[in-house]
């Protein structure tokens, strides 16, 4: 039985596959210090689903499985916390969530962006050194993003790039173009994990994963308690789920500027499955090895389109809206990017249209009558970095 630490298990992705693994047989310990809550109500803003204290959550889980997920509550930015953890449950693999991880949050102003670089990059610092310090072999699955690359106007291979310069040859990092503070803290995150592989010997596989969507997961199903967040909000809220949410309350589609921009796209039992995928097939000690992790891509023009005709579907009349962008991106470009290596492992991907109706607007459906409109317009501007939000945006913990 694998022992992993799933570090931001209170969190999105790190919930579901904390059940995942859970029921997959593994012996698991989440490690959160909850900041996310804290940062949602800093904010304003809350998941449309509700979603129930950690206590409540495990204990359920525990009710309806007969199994146990441990719990740590804690800081990745206290070493002494950290480092007691990772030395008293000695894992085979840590799952590394816990980050600060939307874009707009990070542009917000000054201080956000320092917040976010610095518990992104030195939380993921400290964890490096507790497993070089206490278990050296344990093998580092750690979230990247895809928007690490940005969108440039060539393929973008799985991490490193075959360069041939003045007649010589080497196979180097692929460049890097992020869009925001927080896709650079995972560029800057990407560089130490590498650096340490090289120096200490550690083993890693960074996940670039694209914008996960659903709410549903096998396990979340389990019991009303389990259910998974849903965010809509313009600073936590992706674009896919907010265009769910806006359809079912009869808002128009706020697709940014031209809606040419193209993401990587995955299903949140996609997510699970890759992270199982990849503890399943380590890489060799000294290795840093990089997996794309999604499945499919769309434009934001074509995410818009697909709930249209979906919401149709359910008796909506979705209308589309061209809003001013607040970011600053390409809005019609060239991408293409390789995502070969977790299905040659096995994966076998869920798609969008299979999933819209019934796992997105569905639940936003359901859950309407708790939107907050005050969320729905984007807030944060990306030329104009300033402590603007028209709600409290005082940070809780400041650097
Ligand atoms: P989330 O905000 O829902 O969860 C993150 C969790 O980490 C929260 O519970 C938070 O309390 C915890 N956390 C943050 N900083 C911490 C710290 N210093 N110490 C302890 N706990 C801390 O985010 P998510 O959507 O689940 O994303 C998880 C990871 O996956 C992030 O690293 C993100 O960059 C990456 N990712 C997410 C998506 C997506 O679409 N959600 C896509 C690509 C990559
Ligand atoms: N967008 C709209 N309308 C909206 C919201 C966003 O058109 O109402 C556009 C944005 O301008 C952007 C695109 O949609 O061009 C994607 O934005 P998003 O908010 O859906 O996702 P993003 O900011 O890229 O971030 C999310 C997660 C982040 C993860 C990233 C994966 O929040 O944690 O790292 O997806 S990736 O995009 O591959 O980098």
């Not at 798609?351 to 907050?372: H, T």
Request: one cysteine or more.
């Amino acid at each position: 039985m694998n022992r992993v630490l799933v570090l931001g298990g209170d969190g999105y992705c790190g919930w579901a596959t904390a059940l995942h693994l859970s029921n997959a047989g593994c012996d698991v310990r989440i490690v959160d210090s909850l900041a996310r809550r804290e940062w949602d109500q800093s904010l304003g803003i809350a998941s449309l689903t509700p979603i129930r204290s950690m206590e409540r959550r495990l204990d359920v889980w525990n009710e309806v499985s007969g199994k146990t997920i441990g719990f740590e509550n804690g800081d990745l930015l206290d070493y002494d916390f950290l480092s007691s953890v990772v030395s008293d449950f000695r894992p085979d693999a840590i799952v590394h969530f816990a980050e600060q991880r939307s874009a707009p949050f990070s542009m917000i102003d000054r201080e956000h962006a320092v917040f976010t670089q610095h518990n992104n990059v030195i939380g993921n610092l400290n964890l490096l050194f507790a497993i070089k310090e206490y278990v050296p072999e344990c093998h580092l699955v750690k979230l990247g993003t895809m928007g690490e690359y940005g969108t440039p106007n060539i393929d973008i291979e799985e991490g490193f790039l075959e360069v041939e310069h003045n007649g010589r040859k080497d196979r180097l990092p692929f460049p890097k173009l992020p869009g925001s503070f927080y896709h650079l803290s995972k560029v800057h995150d990407s560089h130490n994990i590498h650096f340490t592989s090289r120096v200490w010997g550690l083993r890693a596989t960074d996940l670039n994963q694209g914008v996960v969507y659903g709410t549903v997961t096998p396990e979340s199903e389990m019991a009303p308690e389990l259910v998974n967040r849903l965010d809509y909000d313009d600073v936590f809220g992706t674009a896919l789920n907010r265009f769910c949410v806006q359809a079912a309350i009869g808002h128009k589609l706020t697709v940014y500027g031209q809606g040419g921009q193209t993401r990587g796209y995955l299903d949140i039992r996609d997510t699970v499955r890759c992270i199982e995928i990849a503890i399943d097939n380590p890489p060799e000690i000294g290795e840093y090895r990089v997996f794309n992790q999604f499945t499919e891509q769309f434009s934001v023009s074509e995410l818009a389109k697909l709930v249209q005709s979906a919401g149709a579907e359910l008796g909506l009349n979705v209308e589309i809206e061209n809003v001013p962008n607040p970011r600053v991106e390409l809005e019609a470009h060239y991408y293409n990017a390789k995502h070969t290596a977790l299905v040659e492992l096995g994966l076998k991907p869920h798609f969008l249209s299979d999933s819209l109706i019934d796992s997105l607007i569905a639940i936003a459906v359901q859950f309407k009558g708790d939107v907050d409109l005050g969320t729905i317009a984007p807030r944060v501007d990306w030329r104009n970095p300033s402590n603007a939000l028209p709600r409290g945006s005082a940070m809780v913990s400041t650097v």
